[in-house]
């Protein structure tokens, strides 16, 4: 299962060892507790929306950008709990539609592109 609060916590921990900065450094700026600022990264505490604001200004990190790292790492687990989804056997496999992805690129920043077909295709039956 794919949590949310651990996701935001990799990418918050990410974001502030970039900067070179400790924890107490960050939870001070912020007037979050150093403990449950850990936590948060740590994924063991979900953070309110006022909490991310004051972490975010701490970083000197747009909200939305830290949203949309999270975003990516939450479609790059999803991809790989539905590969792993493969090994299930043929009764229980959710059925996919091959036809909705034509390609999936890696690209830097730990980012996944997602091209969709650029023609129709009609399926009959045999």
């Excluded at 990799?10 to 060892?17: A, F, G, K």
């Excluded at 687990?77 to 590969?83: G, I, N, P």
Aim: charged residues 30%; negative net charge.
């Amino acid at each position: 299962m794919i949590l949310l609060r651990r996701l935001l916590g990799d990418v918050l921990r990410r974001q502030r060892q970039r900067q070179g900065r400790t924890l107490r450094e960050v939870s001070s700026s912020a007037r979050v507790s150093l403990g449950y600022l850990s936590e948060v990264e740590r994924g063991q505490k979900e953070a309110s929306s006022e909490l991310l604001s004051s972490i975010c200004d701490a970083l000197d990190v747009r909200m939305s950008e830290l949203m949309r790292e999270v975003s990516d790492e939450l479609a790059l687990a999803e991809l790989a709990e539905s590969a792993k989804s493969d090994a299930v056997p043929a009764p229980m496999r959710p059925v996919l539609n091959p036809l909705s992805v034509t390609s999936v690129t890696s690209v830097p920043e730990e980012r996944v592109t997602i091209k969709a077909p650029t023609e129709a295709v009609d399926v009959v039956a045999a």
